[in-house]
């Protein structure tokens, strides 16, 4: 094709591009305008235009791509991220919904290469398995109605109600770099010497709880897990403390970690409970299903990694101390199970924090413990317990500056057999931690 006639192809296509682009804004807003009671005719009707031909499909499935491209990266900057809107599809629509959302993030994800992502954004787009399949943009629809047996008009609708949802999300506290705004760095801010053993051999004690059946085995594989972490803050805080200008002081940073239904609030105990052990803070957005943890890089790892854990071991007991009835026959199932995860959040709270301070006392007099568990003894670092007290003093800070007006909320405990046996079972698991549950907070 002649130079002329290429450029002019070209324009044509763009033209009718952006005029189907405009179908699907259109289609949309009348959506997000409708009246309550007529947005299921509002959905239908826009569905109907974008599904009519067939001819039109592609130009369809370009223009989707096109606008949720822009769509997605406007979310970005208003601080969500992959994981957060995963989390909401997965809790408000359907597996279609959701297959297509991550279909539509790993097209958004095309722009930017990996070294323009952090080290959480890139894990969160592996968690997804968020990944281009399609061999071109005007066959993503077709193939992606093929994949799951939809028609044109069906799966229209339900690009449309995930759009929806997407255009109501309001601003929200960011937790990191947005995608190619800075160059990223993708290890912990103050590596620390054989960290990657020390992570390794975190996860293996973890799993090994999660798996055995004997609570006493689950107990110590946990608690010396819970060393290693303290021990890994501890290193990092005195790193710190021996670098000179902005690299000593250090950043602290925040990651959000699902916490849904059912029992959301005694899981955001939990959470906080971990958190708290491991100096860090929490903040719950119930609306959202996430609680946002500030702390450093490290520490965040840890919360994770432990939280984790123990929500699997929480729930294996839970779920081990069976169902309940009142006399007269009626389930109490859910109020026992309720304050059986606040008693254990709160037990665990108490181990925690015994745990941590026992080790930060360790630490000061100078017994520093390995990745392998074996201890060893060396000279008291003076700087120790001033740094940890500054890299809790910024957290703060960090709290205060992203969540400036923070609410409590009360756990209710109403089955006072699940309290026991929820205390129970938070010591077999045997743990340490201290806190209060912040923000929505807790």
Not at 5 to 34: F, P, Y
Not at 136 to 152: K, N, P, S
Not at 246 to 256: I, N, Q, S, T
Not at 382 to 389: G, S, T
Request: proline letters at 5%; aromatic letters at 4%; glycine letters at 6%.
């Amino acid at each position: 094709m002649p130079a002329t006639r290429l450029r002019h192809h070209c324009r044509v296509t763009e033209n009718a591009d952006s005029a189907t682009v405009r179908q699907w804004e259109e289609a949309l807003g009348a959506v997000l305008g409708a009246a309550a009671k007529r947005v299921d005719r509002a959905m239908d009707d826009g569905a109907s235009v974008l599904a009519a031909s067939a001819e039109h499909w592609p130009a369809v499935s370009r223009a989707l791509l096109a606008l949720t491209d822009r769509t997605l990266a406007g979310l970005w900057e208003r601080g969500w991220r992959p994981a957060d809107l995963a989390r909401l599809v997965r809790r408000d629509l359907t597996p279609v919904h959701q297959a297509l959302l991550v279909d539509l993030v790993a097209a958004q994800g095309r722009r930017h290469a990996p070294a323009a992502l952090d080290r959480r954004w890139l894990e969160q787009l592996r968690e997804l398995a968020a990944e281009v399949w399609w061999p071109a943009d005007q066959e993503y629809l077709a193939g992606f109605a093929e994949r799951h047996r939809l028609d044109r008009f069906a799966l229209a609708t339900a690009a449309l109600e995930l759009l929806a949802l997407l255009a109501r999300l309001p601003v929200i506290a960011p937790v990191g770099p947005v995608p190619g705004a800075a160059p990223v760095q993708h290890r912990a801010q103050l590596p620390v010497p054989g960290e990657p053993r020390m992570l390794s051999r975190i996860r293996a004690l973890l799993a090994k709880a999660e798996s055995t059946e004997f609570p006493q085995e689950a107990e110590a594989l946990t608690g010396k897990a819970q060393q290693l972490m303290a021990q890994h803050s501890i290193d990092e805080a005195l790193l710190a403390a021996g670098q000179a200008g902005p690299a000593g002081a250090g950043v602290p940073g925040a990651v959000r970690i699902g916490v849904e239904n059912p029992y959301e609030g005694p899981k955001a105990m939990l959470l906080d409970a971990v958190a708290a052990a491991n100096r860090c803070r929490v903040v719950w957005a119930k609306e959202f299903s996430f609680c946002t943890v500030i702390g450093f890089d490290s520490d965040l790892d840890a919360v994770e990694l432990l939280y984790t854990s123990l929500l699997v071991q929480a729930t294996a007991a839970m779920q081990q101390a069976g169902s309940r009835q009142h006399l007269d026959g009626a389930s109490r199932t859910r109020a026992f199970r309720q304050s059986f995860l606040v008693s254990y959040a709160a037990r665990i709270r108490e181990r925690l924090t015994e745990a941590t301070e026992q080790t930060t006392r360790e630490a000061a007099a100078g017994r520093h413990l390995r990745p392998d568990g074996t201890a060893e003894q060396l000279v008291p670092d003076a700087r120790l317990l001033p740094a940890l007290a500054a890299r809790e003093e910024a957290v703060d800070t960090t709290t205060d500056r992203m969540f400036p007006k923070l609410t409590s909320q009360r756990v209710r405990v109403s089955d006072g057999e699940g309290w026991a046996a929820g205390r129970a079972a938070a010591d077999r698991a045997a743990l340490h931690g201290r806190a209060r549950v912040e923000g929505r907070r807790k």
